[in-house]
């Protein structure tokens, strides 16, 4: 089964030309993030990982590093304590 959640759009291409697709989407602010659903695991998550991570590094879309230690200083909160 290749389509999981019909009626949302998928990505089907080389690293290059998805993660082209996306800077586009996060650009113009359509998304603020993407669910991805690998057909084939874990193969496909080692794909999206070695190849369509540093494609989008590339193109300043995905951090290349974490501002902090814990998950509220990932997502820019303030800190509770």
Do not use: C, K
């Not at 759009?9 to 359509?30: I, K, L, M, N």
């Not at 590094?57 to 230690?69: I, L, N, S």
């Amino acid at each position: 089964m290749l389509e999981v959640s019909p009626g949302h759009p998928s990505f089907v291409g080389t690293p290059s030309s998805v993660a082209d697709e996306w800077t586009r989407y996060v650009r113009t602010r359509a998304v603020d993030g993407f669910n991805l659903l690998p057909h084939l695991l874990p193969a496909s998550v080692t794909d999206i990982v070695d190849t369509l991570v540093p494609a989008l590094q590339e193109r300043g879309v995905y951090r290349t590093a974490y501002q902090g230690t814990a998950l509220r200083e990932h997502l820019g909160l303030p800190s509770l304590g």
